[in-house]
């Protein structure tokens, strides 16, 4: 890579709305998770619900708040509230950010910022001897990470020139020319299955799967090493037939290797921040037993289970 190339990928802007310096279930080692913002999908149980809009976007978190109406006073739209399940409308706000200056207590910010490659790069260079020590590296989330292809291209290629190892956890609905750009500069994908039915992938992520199943039997054909992961959510797809389904799906398309994710009780307090209703509200984590079970099924259909 020239001097020139590489100041080109530095320069690539993109929008990133959290990072874990220490992250240790995304990939080998410990890493440094990138979090990028937007997503295809509308999983009802999302677990980021921040991140689904390619924007940043105003937060507000209830704990803090003192009720004390500076920036319902302050909001130039009306449009704000310090009611829990009251959050304005996030289409209609300018991000003037006046609610943010306002809140003397801290309980309103801006998730989201615009950063540059080449500073998350500087980032994770100078947790190399980390990285090195444990095997780890980088990985980018989100949301879905190929809704910045040429950001997430630009921190890839500029990762791989540094030899820091790189993960990328994708929902696989994007196009095939947008995954394929990141194979060759990509170590490890994480590939989230939903569902292996298309009715079943509609009605919990209002999408279908058609073009995911797809993409994940052509990034394996093209040589990428790759685990699916499964979100498994108690009631909607955690169950022993649906993961059954879905390691016969993976398996299908030639996956060797399956991890299953228990349903995380942190979700609803997400949905509190952007002041929305959690949908699923209510549900519990599955016990390690539980688990157990799920992954013995996914044995059975020849997949070896990697850890979460």
């Not at 399940?85 to 207590?105: K, S």
């Not at 190399?128 to 949301?143: C, E, H, K, W």
């Not at 939903?194 to 279908?208: F, I, M």
Request: aromatic fraction near 4%; include cysteine; charge should be negative.
């Amino acid at each position: 890579m020239t001097t020139a190339e590489r100041q080109s990928l530095r320069d690539v802007r993109g929008v990133v709305f959290a990072f874990d310096q220490t992250a240790t279930h995304d990939g080998p080692g410990l890493r440094m998770l990138v979090y990028l913002k937007g997503c295809p999908l509308g999983c009802i149980w999302c677990h980021s619900p921040e991140s689904r809009r390619p924007g940043p976007q105003i937060v507000w978190y209830g704990a803090r708040c003192v009720k004390c109406g500076a920036c319902v006073e302050r909001c130039p739209q009306g449009l704000r509230s310090p009611e829990p399940l009251a959050g304005p409308d996030p289409d209609a706000c300018l991000l003037c950010e006046a609610c943010v200056a306002a809140c003397t207590a801290g309980a309103i910010e801006v998730k989201g910022g615009r950063i540059l490659a080449g500073e998350i790069v500087d980032q994770a260079a100078r947790q190399r001897a980390f990285f090195d020590a444990s095997g780890g590296g980088v990985t980018l989330s989100g949301g879905e990470p190929m809704l910045q292809p040429q950001f997430a291209v630009a921190m890839l290629r500029l990762l791989q020139d540094q030899g820091i190892h790189t993960a990328v956890e994708t929902s696989g609905l994007v196009t095939w020319d947008e995954l394929e750009a990141v194979a060759d500069a990509t170590d490890l994908f994480l590939y989230d299955l939903k569902h292996a039915s298309d009715e079943l992938h509609r009605r919990d992520t209002g999408v279908s799967n058609a073009t995911i199943l797809e993409n994940l039997a052509r990034l394996i054909a093209a040589g990428a090493d790759v685990i699916v992961r499964v979100p498994c959510i108690p009631g909607l797809n955690g169950t022993p037939e649906v993961v059954a389904d879905i390691a016969r799906a993976a398996r299908d398309r030639g996956a060797t290797r399956i991890s299953l994710l228990p349903f995380n009780p942190a979700t609803p307090g997400k949905y509190a921040w952007l002041q929305q209703p959690c949908p699923v509200a209510g549900i519990k984590a599955q016990t390690r037993d539980q688990m157990s079970v799920l992954e013995d099924v996914a044995r059975a259909e020849g997949l070896t289970v990697a850890e979460p």
